[in-house]
């Protein structure tokens, strides 16, 4: 099944407002972010880019659902009619906002931001994971977050090399008669070779070589040149983003260690656990996993003592998406987007056990490692590896 249950929806769901307040990132920096698109085939590569930037007055703030067609693939995923479910969407959420500045001036940073290549969920596209990901930047991260073309996302396209023209990929389910296991393993390679071509991109960037960006001309990508650390590149994804990053371990050594939220395990081979090289953070939520997909992480934690696991109670799969943010009763009826645990906890946990992992695993020279006691399971609402496995997959 698709790792998303997804509840019907029944009568009189239709009453509350619904909006969507994204937090801002708490960190010291001001947060930009711009589209970037390279390529005109679907072997290019699409993400949206999240930045430390400089403050503008009156800077514009870009959609959290970039346009309406992602509305039709969020109800194409929903098994929701097209018909009215995507306008209701777009009625719904259409006008949100993320509260970062659109194409915001780089910030030049002096030695050099680490890199964050993140990778989706299923049904998911670039912009659903916008609170952890301006979270991460306003720490001092560039972080790409990634639109993969392998079918899982809930829509994408690409800009052909004839002007003007898009060509829509949309979401594929698994094909009658063919084995789940098969379809999904050849798309997490794909998504995983994805995030390797996404850090050769940067490292094209810095060394001088001119890459232009078919969406936004005027975002200039050379200002990255020497304002990112290649030394120091993490790879982080939710649910099949989860095992993405894992798998993306194996196939790059300049990823140094990954990040695992709430990682759906079951499309990786068995074959590739004693592969996995570097370390890897594993932030469950509580009703998500299973207990075959927590011996699969135990496994890659038996190999090397500095992966970890870690679970946060009263949270559920969708807690790690900006879907918990949304207030209304139609979002979460669609989407089962809450758990108890209070979504601007949740986001705090999830990304301060991130950001002390990374410190420890790219040598930061901040203070990250004050949060270090979450890696072991120790703080409120969290616990170390999973202690139940109360999985509604």
Known sequence: PDPVPLPRLGRGSMGGTQSLALPQGKG???VGCTDVMVGHTRQGLFFRLFYPCLPRAGAERPLWIPRYEYCGGLADFAHRSRRWCAPLLSIAIGSCRVPVSWNGPFKPGSSGYPLIIFSHGLGAFRTLYSSVCSELASRGFAVAALEHRDRSASVTYFCTAEAGREEWIPYQRVPQGQKEFYFRNKQVHQRAEECVRALRLFE???SGKSVPNVLHPDFDL?????SVDLTKVAVVGHSFGGVTAVLALVKEPGFRCAVALDAWMFPLENALYPEVPKPVLFINTEK????ESIAKMKRLSSRNSQTKIISVLGSVHQSQTDFTFLTGKLISRIFGARGTLDPYKGLDITSRAALAFLQRHLDLEEEFDQWDNLLEGFGD?????APFCRSNL
């Open 28 to 30: 010291p920096h001001h």
């Open 204 to 206: 094209d960037i810095s």
């Open 222 to 226: 050379s200002v990255l040149k020497d």
């Open 288 to 291: 998500f996993q299973t207990p």
């Open 381 to 385: 609402s969290v616990v170390p590896e």
